[in-house]
Every structure is written in structure tokens, then in C-alpha cells.
């Protein structure tokens, strides 16, 4: 149990004991708690005063299956408010093998100046000159960091996109075979990393110190517990392995709320050129991987490596989100383009997301045409050159959008929506408007919901109810280091009854449902605390006009929630 | 007395009789509160939901001098606030004589159309279409609207930059010789006149069916007696004739609070050359016009003709905020360079105070050397053609900010401050930090009284109460029409009873020095009521953090009003 500090002026590193206020928090609660506590909520996010926190979940580090997974927390760039992307791979199991709760990230390097955060295996920390490092693609970044540092090492990382500090740029984590192609995306968090000088950390994967668990024998006992329930249900089981999140593509486009060419259809033409189905049957006649670990311990295999038709590797994991920003937005129904947009943003270091919604509003404002699969890659390369248009694109949707004056930006406190439209799940729509993080489908997915029929997401009957629930358990589940789909189980009350013992089995202390609940409340409050004493009102906390006032075909619906329950989502 | 409404959408115009929530009000309060009235908060500024409103003051169109003034209201594209704009010339004059209180301006016409609003003799209006007036600069565009509909005309149009909707965008008025050289350049709002597909209003100015005077006698004898004073005033009476506005060149470089290279030196290297002494010397050696009436029924004549060494005509006119920006701020000491890009801005249509500032920013981000004439003639030309760059410098301080990552960026709300630091005059600090308009100097300046030793330019104490004072006192004026640098008589209680006693002697309304103020916190109070719902916090009313962080030379101060002392401001 113990945090580093880095301090990035003077470029040294102090280890602490965990400051009694964080005692018991992980990922997503120790990054916003910390944030709201430390930084001044009015600064810079690109100044010396913004810090960065690099947190483990609570259970990450231990035996449980799929807790590789660190929280990033920082003020945004791109939102203004408080921030927290997280991301799997290798590092966060590591970091959480060597007892290192959290890394906190402070002041900046001199201008020009680049380093990197070595984390050797007993868990020393150093700053190490890294200037030979600069405007690399992460890569050929990673490949040189593991060449140099050896190959059991994991690497978290900015690109270009970074350095350039742009509001879309991601923090890319390397996954188990050592490739760059996980991110945490959202927030602009890898321009924050790049204004402080930080082009990567680099982990030795070899620690062997994790803190202790208060009780082991339960701990095992219930891990294996849980790791059965993962493997014996049909979505963590069987749909993940089979065709990972791009699943979805069929389903979504089948309830007609999939944004496309802009959020202006519901329905993708030729979804089922880029669905789940088609996706795996290519990978699979080309000798690519279907099903993949891309982090640590995982035993989803939600991931998988994209080939091309000579079978060469292109990317991985093509993704639900991605296949949708990059291919639904923006009308490109061709899954090798959206293969290579994927692993340019990879390689620049850009959240898929933000930077597809961004070529779809360039489009839609007539900047290039839908559906131009080459007009999109070059917009990708303008982005990693850092072109006065590259950078307007880098800045995400909103930039563009005031770049062309085009009114019809899908975005939330500057960002982007995901691959569910708010007048098809009004639910998500909710927590679109109202999650701190700015718009953000990780903060509270009620697809599961609307797919099971528990919920018409048409009607906006008990949408904030429901997108309530789902943000603070999210809340909750991010501090714990389990992975999102993994954490779909826990709807279940007799699965998170084992998933508490887990935790009490770790920390010593009991928790039940109204625990769990209570910990997803306080990490709301912090965060919904700072952006307040940022500047934000219950203005902030609405969709564009244009969803409320733009019917989505095919069900011919608007956003119908009202402003005023909207803003009782919060009256905890 | 009379509204039209100009509906662009369906392209008519109607006259109606002023609603009762509105009469007896005029300029800055008609147009303030209308917006708060009807205008949504939250809609976009430059889509159909917003409104655009043109008043006259209250007493514009009476026989009193100097009042040939007219307020432009919207929601602001550059704050995202409330904005009133006002801007001399011809036209306002002409609509008072017309009994025409406001023209609101309502939806926008189908994209690529353009039309003209054209108000006849009889005060009778019609959209006429002018999509060949498409992209024209307005010297050419006024030269051709005139010879279209007669000389006795004046113009309020935009130039490239409205229709390119950038957020620096002005709207011209044309002055007393027939040029489009005066400019209500604050807040965008010609990008608002170009998103309803709005090129000009043209105005016959010979009307002659003005508002009753409620006592026509008494009018006469105050209106004379107030022209007395302004020409025995050594303020109106004196210096502006002589020098014009630029004669606080010298002045404010002596106080050390002259903003220099993008706010890093309070007093400009080489500002004799751009004195208002150089000024006027070099206008008299090449036979230019030192002094010259720019608007209608004007007796203080700051206004100038700034020719070339061959006698040829630059611009008009050459003011103290223009010199100080193209020229302080960039640190180009060269009249005629200021002059060239004087010119530009007006003919691109574009406010010359956010421009400069833009430059300036970009120049001290390293885009070009400070001081760099052609490279800031260049960027004006970038700006004219629309290109990405041209688009950015287009938008202000705020957005060359981001494009470069620049922490230097000295706005308020977005909008960049004029040529009094906040450090080296902290009240002005206030009034920039405080004013429901974002950073403007004639929302409070409080220079008249440090160049008096009235107040301490440089302590804390006291600034607040004298902002407050001057703020209130500005909206009120801001109602009436009466020229800003006329209104610097009205501090005297003697001056200001005449003035009372006119507006009295027009609205048949007794008004007192209490009534004055009331009408000025009324204005301020809707301002204030539509940025909050618009989303405003006190968070909005602060000065960017540099000027708490970097203190200015030769004093070396910082801006010291306490952040509660400023929120205790508009305690009314």
C-alpha cells in the first residue's frame, strides 16, 4: 500500500504511504476522490497545477480473474470537469503485483523536455531522458521501449496526438502481447499526460509484492466462485469469446438506435457488412483471432486481432464502439477501412470515439463526403501530422463543429456520445446528459435493459430511475478493478453477494448492497462537487437541441425526458 | 414609436406597436431585455432561435447632439452570454427620425441566400434579395449599396468574417462621408447577422416623422445647454477634437498599464511613434483630416482621416483600442502599418480589438515574431479568405489559444480585454472580470479617475464599488444614445440634472439621480438573469489565472481583488 509521487519539475519520485483519506479506495474512487481534493478545480488542464492519478482498482493485483484494469483521473481537457478513463492491458495487474496503489502525477517538465516513469520490479520509480522518444507513434514506441527494457515489461503511453496536447488524444496501454491497443480514451487524459511531459510508464510485469488479503482461504474460495459464474454465463461465456463487443452491432441497429452518418439515421445501411457475425467470419477465413487475451488474468477473450486479406495483423481489438464511430457516423460500411482507422488512432493515440464522431461532423458538414473511407484516413493522418486542420479535427466534435459552424454535434460537456442514441435508449440518453464525465456509455449502459425488454426505451417512463441505478453502480464497479463486462454479472443479487465477499475478503471489512451502493454515491458526489466548483450548473447536464428537437428514423422519436427530471437524477 | 419584426424565414416584415413590457426603453435596456425576454438561454447563437435587436437609444433622433448612437442585442456567439453592441454612425440617427424604437431581427433565411433590409423615407421595410452582394468586403459593398439606392442612405452590414459567422465578427455602420468605417465590433454579432443571411440594412436618412417630445420647450433649452457644456468641457471640448480617443496613448504607457506584447509589458517600446501626438502630426503633414464629424449631429469630433504619404485615403478612424491592439499588443510601432490593418478589419468586418489580440496571442504562442507587420497583414488577409488558420484567428483570442496551447490568453468570457491592463488599473480588472458582457472597457472604465488621482490604479481597495458604480452608471447611459465619450460629462451631479431633465423634457417622465441608477441595475439585472440560466457561474466572472500569476512591469503587480470581493459586486 503505497503511493508514488511524481513530481515532474523536478523530476523525482517519493514513495508515501497512503494518505489516510484514501485508506480502502481504488480506481475510479481513489483517482475522483483524490482529484476533487487536490486539484484546483478552476485551472489549467493542460497546466502545472492539473494532476494525474494512475490507481489500480481495489481487487486488481489479486488471483480474481479479469481485474487488470487501472483508473486514470485527472481534470479534462476536453470537458472542463472531472475526469476518469479507465483501461486494461498489462500495467494495471502489475502495478497491483507490486503495491503500488496509486501514482500521482504532478507540475511539468520543462518545455521540449520528454521522460519516461520506470517502475522496476520491487517497485522503485524513477524519471528516465526520453527526448529520443519524441513525435513517435505508439508502435514503434512500445517495440523500442520493450527492446530496450525488456519484453516483460507493459507500457502505458501517449502518441503524437498527445504531445500535440488534443483534446481527443488517449493514453494507450500495451496488451499481453506486448501492442498498444487499448486505450483510455475519453477525456483528452493523454493530453494532460503530454503536457506534463510523460510520454509512457514502463512496468516490470515480474513484481511479486501485492498488499496482502485480510483473508486468503475466502478469497480464493469465492474468486473461483466467481470466475465459474463468468464462464458459465451466456453473454461473459459465450457472446464475448464469440464475437467480443461488436456483438452488438446487430442488436443495436435491430432496435434502430445505432447513430449513423452523423446521428442522423438509427439504422446504419449495410450494418450487416460491419455486425459482430460478419466480423468474425472474416477474421476467422483470413487466420486472424477471433477471441483473444488482451488483458491480464482475462478469461472473456473479448478481444481480437483484425488481419488483412494476406493475413497480415492490423489492429486489435476491433471493437463495438469503434466499428461504430469510425464506420457508423460516418457512413463507412467496410470493416478493413474501419481496421486501419482503428490502428492509425492506436498509433497516433486517439480515442476512436471522439476522433470518428469528429470525421462524422466534419461530413455532415459537408467537409467530405460520407462513406469516403480515404477521405477519413487522410482526415486520421492530418490528425498525426498536426496540421492546422489536424488539430481542429484532434479537438474532437466540438471543435469541429464550431470550426464549420455546424449545429448538429453529438456531444456532452464536449463529448462525444457512444454507439447508443438517446432517442432510441432514452436511458442513455440520460446518462449521456447527466454523468459527470461529460457524455460517456461506460457511466451507466442500460443496453442490457432495453435488449432484455426490462425497460422500453422509447418511452421516457423511468429513464432517470434506471440510468441512476446503473451510474452508481458503475461508480461502484470502477473502483473495484473488475472489468465492465465482467461486471455485468453482478445485476444478479446472489452474484454480487459473492462479488462482496470478495471485496470484505480483501479489505477486512464487511459490505453489503447498501454499502456497495453507498461507495458509487460518495465517488458521484466528488465528482459532481468538482465540476460545480468548476463552473458547471444543470446547464451542462443537457443533450444538444438537436436530439430533442430532430425525430430518429425509424421510430420517428425525440429525447422526451425532461429538463426537470433530469436534473433530480442526482437528489440522492 | 414602433417595432418591425423581420422575419427571415419567410422573408416578411411587420410593423407593430411597441409591447407595453417594453416602452419607454431604449438602447442597451430594450435590447437587454428583449433578449432576456425572448430569446432561449441555452439556444444556439447562431442558429433560428436566437434574436437579433437594433435600438436607438432613447433620445436618438431628438435635436440633441452627440446621440446618433445604436445599441445591437443578441446571445453572443463569441461569450455564449448576453450582448449589446452599440456603434455611431448615420443609421441610428436616421431610425430615430424614423420613430422606429427597434428592428428585431428573427429565424434565419435558407442557407446561401442573402438579403438587404431596406427602410425607406416613410419608415416602411422590405428584405430585399442580394445574394450578389455574396462575400463582399463592406467598402465595396457600401459604395454599391449607395449607388443602388441613392446617397442619402447609411449601412449596417458585414463583411466576410459575419458571413463566415466567426466569432470576431463586426457589424459596419457607415459614417457621416458615406464609409463603413465605424463598428459595433464586440461580441460577434455580425457572425449573428450572417447566420440569418442578413448582408445590410440600408436607411433613408432623411425621415422626418420622429417620436413626440413630451415637452418640446423644455428639450430645446437643455439640449442647448448640454451642447454648451460638452464644447467648454476640456475633456469633449478639447481633446477629442485634437486628439481623438488615441490621446490616451501617451497617457495610459505613463501609468505603466498599457498592455504590451500580448500583456507582457505595461508600457509599449517605442509608443511615442503611435501616440496620439505622432498621430496628429503625421494626419497634418500629409493633409489628412485630424479631426472629423463620423456621426450624425456629433460636435466632439474624435473622430480622424488617416491618409498614406501620398495623401490617399486610409481609414477612419484611428482610435486609441485599435492602436493599442494591432499595435501594443503585437508590438508593431508603425502608424501605418496599425492603419493598413485598421482598414482590413473593417473591410473584412471584423472587431479590431479581439483581432489584434488574436494576433497577439498567436505571436506570443511563436506563430510569427512579435512586431512582424507583414506577418500580422497576412494573418488579417488569412482571416479575409476563410482558410482553416483564417478561421481560427477569425475566433478570437480564446480559440488561437487552444490551437497553440497558449496559456496567455487575456479574455473574459472569451472576450479579450482593451488597452488597460488589470494589473496597472485593477478596477478596470473588476469591470472586465464582473461585466455580464465578458471583458469590456466600456462596460466600466475607470481610467478618467486614475488619470485624476481620483483612485489608486494600483491597490485593491476601493476598485470594486468604483466598477459597481461605473458599471451602473454605463448601462443607464448605454439606454439613452448619447455618445460614450459625450456621457464622461454626466459625473458631475450639474451635468447630470440637465441631462435628466431632457430625458424628462422626451419621455414626460420625471427621472431623478435614484431613477438613473435603478435604470442601470434594471439592465444589469436582465443580463445577469440570462447568463445564469445560460449556464454563467461566479467561476465565469474571473480574469484568466496569469494575471493573479505574472506580475506586470514597470510596477510589478497583479491583479489583488479577492475573488469574494468581486462576487460581491452586482449585491444590489
Known amino acids: 500500500m503505497k503511493f508514488l509521487r511524481v513530481d515532474m519539475k523536478t523530476k523525482t519520485v517519493k514513495t508515501e504511504d497512503v494518505p489516510p483519506a484514501y485508506r480502502g479506495l481504488g480506481g475510479r474512487g481513489l483517482t475522483s476522490i483524490l482529484v476533487n481534493d487536490e486539484v484546483p478545480p478552476g485551472c489549467d488542464p493542460l497546466g502545472p497545477e492539473n494532476r494525474m492519478v494512475f490507481a489500480p482498482g481495489l481487487l486488481t493485483g489479486t488471483a480474481l480473474v479479469n481485474t487488470s484494469r487501472i483508473s486514470i483521473g485527472a481534470k479534462s481537457p476536453l470537458t472542463g470537469g472531472i475526469k476518469e478513463s479507465n483501461v486494461g492491458g498489462t500495467v494495471p495487474a502489475a502495478l497491483g503485483k507490486l503495491g503500488i496503489t496509486a501514482v500521482v502525477v504532478e507540475g511539468q517538465a520543462p518545455e521540449g523536455e520528454l521522460y519516461v516513469l520506470r517502475i522496476d520490479a520491487r517497485g522503485e520509480a524513477a524519471l528516465e531522458a526520453a527526448n529520443e522518444c519524441k513525435g513517435m507513434r505508439t508502435y514503434a514506441l512500445v517495440e523500442k521501449l520493450l527492446g530496450t527494457y525488456g519484453e516483460k515489461n507493459g507500457v502505458l503511453c501517449i502518441g503524437p496526438a498527445g504531445e500535440f496536447l488534443m483534446s481527443s488524444a488517449s493514453i494507450q496501454s500495451s496488451d499481453a502481447d506486448g501492442r498498444p491497443c487499448r486505450a483510455a480514451g475519453r477525456g483528452g487524459l493523454g493530453a494532460v499526460m503530454g503536457s506534463k511531459g510523460l510520454k509512457a510508464l514502463v512496468v516490470d510485469l515480474t513484481g511479486k509484492s501485492p498488499d496482502a488479503l485480510a483473508d486468503p482461504e475466502a478469497f480464493k474460495e469465492q474468486a473461483k466462485a466467481f470466475a465459474e459464474i463468468l464462464r458459465k454465463n451466456p453473454f461473459t461465456g459465450q457472446m464475448m469469446p464469440a464475437l467480443g463487443t461488436a456483438g452488438l452491432v446487430s442488436a443495436v441497429n435491430s432496435l434502430g438506435a445505432f447513430p449513423s452518418y452523423n446521428a442522423t439515421q438509427g439504422t446504419l445501411e449495410g450494418w450487416e457488412k460491419v455486425s459482430g457475425e460478419a466480423l468474425a467470419q472474416m477474421i476467422q477465413d483470413r487466420?486472424?483471432?477471433?477471441?483473444?487475451?488482451?488483458?491480464?488474468?482475462?478469461?472473456?477473450?473479448?478481444?481480437?486481432?483484425?488481419?488483412?486479406?494476406?493475413?497480415g495483423f492490423v489492429t486489435s481489438s476491433l471493437e463495438y464502439e469503434t466499428i461504430w464511430s469510425m464506420g457508423g457516423m460516418t457512413g463507412i460500411v467496410d470493416l478493413d477501412?474501419?481496421?486501419?482507422?482503428?490502428?492509425?488512432?492506436?498509433?497516433?493515440?486517439?480515442?476512436?470515439?471522439?476522433?470518428?464522431?469528429?470525421?462524422?461532423?466534419?461530413?455532415?458538414?459537408g467537409y467530405r463526403p460520407f462513406?469516403?473511407?480515404?477521405?477519413?484516413?487522410?482526415?486520421?493522418?492530418?490528425?498525426?501530422?498536426?496540421?492546422?486542420?489536424?488539430?481542429?479535427?484532434?479537438?474532437?466534435?466540438a471543435a469541429v463543429g464550431k470550426h464549420f459552424n455546424h449545429h448538429r454535434v453529438p456531444v456532452v460537456k464536449n463529448q462525444s456520445i457512444a454507439a447508443y442514441d438517446p432517442r432510441g435508449m432514452q436511458g442513455n440518453g440520460v446518462t449521456y446528459a447527466t454523468s459527470p464525465m461529460g457524455a460517456d456509455h461506460t457511466a451507466g449502459n442500460l443496453v442490457g435493459q432495453y435488449l432484455g425488454r426490462a425497460l422500453d426505451p422509447l418511452s421516457p417512463e423511468g429513464q432517470v430511475e434506471a440510468s441512476r441505478n446503473a451510474q452508481i453502480a458503475m461508480?461502484?464497479?470502477?473502483?473495484?478493478?473488475?472489468?465492465?463486462?465482467?461486471?455485468?454479472v453482478l445485476g444478479n443479487p446472489k452474484v454480487l453477494d459473492v462479488f462482496l465477499k470478495l471485496i470484505a475478503a480483501k479489505t477486512g471489512e464487511d459490505i453489503d448492497a447498501k454499502g456497495w451502493g453507498d461507495m458509487g454515491i460518495r465517488v458521484l458526489k466528488a465528482e459532481r462537487a468538482f465540476n460545480r466548483n468548476a463552473g458547471f450548473t444543470s446547464r451542462d447536464d443537457r443533450l444538444p437541441e438537436f436530439f430533442r428537437e430532430e425525430p430518429l428514423p425509424p421510430h420517428n422519436k425525440t429525447f422526451l425526458v425532461p429538463d426537470e427530471e433530469l436534473d433530480s437524477i442526482f437528489d440522492f
Open 287 to 311: 487466420g486472424g483471432k477471433t477471441s483473444h487475451m488482451g488483458c491480464t488474468q482475462c478469461i472473456l477473450h473479448c478481444s481480437n486481432d483484425f488481419v488483412d486479406e494476406k493475413g
Open 337 to 365: 477501412a474501419i481496421a486501419r482507422l482503428d490502428r492509425l488512432a492506436d498509433d497516433i493515440g486517439l480515442d476512436t470515439m471522439n476522433t470518428g464522431v469528429a470525421l462524422a461532423v466534419a461530413m455532415d458538414a
Open 371 to 397: 462513406g469516403d473511407a480515404e477521405a477519413a484516413l487522410e482526415m486520421m493522418e492530418e490528425i498525426g501530422r498536426g496540421t492546422d486542420m489536424g488539430k481542429i479535427l484532434g479537438n474532437g466534435p
Open 475 to 488: 461508480a461502484a464497479l470502477d473502483c473495484t478493478g473488475i472489468c465492465l463486462l465482467a461486471g455485468t
